[in-house]
């Protein structure tokens, strides 16, 4: 099975701080993804990497930068967090062949 | 852009009633069609898909079919049970599949015994 995991499931921090939330997958997919989940909003589509060093904007990439060093694994970075980014956060990846598989989401809180 | 719509929710049926969660969408191209669906305190897991038109993805009692002439992917189900009870997403591709996925807003269903 794949297998898609996010380092934290809940998170608290501070406005202004620097936060990280890392994305692993075990199946060698070429392309991740970044998502934020907003009740009235769904999904939308942050950050994506079809390759190891490449990035691609998303939708609402604003306050956000990624990272991707490694095959498996897929940054999100908030540089300054700030309250409007609380949020649940969803990591997924595919090989392509469109079935996107999903991580079981980190739900940050900024205050 | 694309955008995709469905009913929001909450949607709440009795056990064993039709189902059926409409989702529409536009788009550029010829898409792929997805319904995710999200158990209480999980993430997103891939419910059914369709990638030409006319077909029928199905699974779980779960169907749906690619109808490119009124850019519809209704989801239907004969008879629901109370472990159905979960948010149902709507989504297409937005290119080869490498691009991401545009999801409606979703959908909560609720059963009720």
């Known amino acids: 099975d794949v297998k898609v995991t996010q380092s934290s499931r809940y998170l608290v921090k501070r406005t202004g701080e620097k936060v990280f939330l890392e994305c692993v997958q075990d199946m060698d997919h070429e392309n991740m993804f970044w998502y934020r989940q907003d009740p009235g909003l769904g999904l939308r589509l942050i950050y994506f990497?079809?390759?190891?060093?490449?990035?691609e904007k998303g939708d609402i990439p604003e306050g956000y930068s990624v990272s991707r060093e490694k095959k498996e694994r897929f940054s999100l970075i908030l540089e300054s967090a700030s309250t409007n980014q609380t949020s649940m956060y969803l990591c997924?990846?595919?090989?392509?062949?469109?079935?996107?598989?999903f991580g079981p989401g980190t739900r940050l809180t900024v205050t | 852009g694309d955008s995709v719509t469905q009913m929001e929710g909450p949607v709440t049926l009795s056990e064993e009633a039709f189902l059926t969660i409409n989702c529409t969408y536009t788009a550029t191209g010829y898409p792929s069609l997805f319904w995710y669906v999200q158990y209480p305190g999980e993430g997103l897991q891939l419910l059914l898909k369709?990638?030409?038109?006319?077909d029928k993805g199905s699974n779980k009692g779960f169907e749906a079919t690619y109808r490119k002439e009124t850019t519809s992917f209704h989801l239907e189900k004969g008879s629901v049970q109370v472990s159905d009870s979960a948010v149902y997403f709507c989504?297409?591709?937005?290119?080869?599949?490498?691009?991401?996925?545009?999801f409606g807003k979703g959908t909560h269903l609720i059963i009720q015994p």
């Open positions: 369709a990638t030409k038109a006319d």
């Open positions: 997924a990846s595919t090989s392509g062949t469109y079935e996107q598989y």
């Open positions: 989504a297409i591709n937005k290119g080869g599949g490498a691009d991401g996925l545009t």
């Open positions: 990497s079809y390759d190891v060093k490449m990035k």
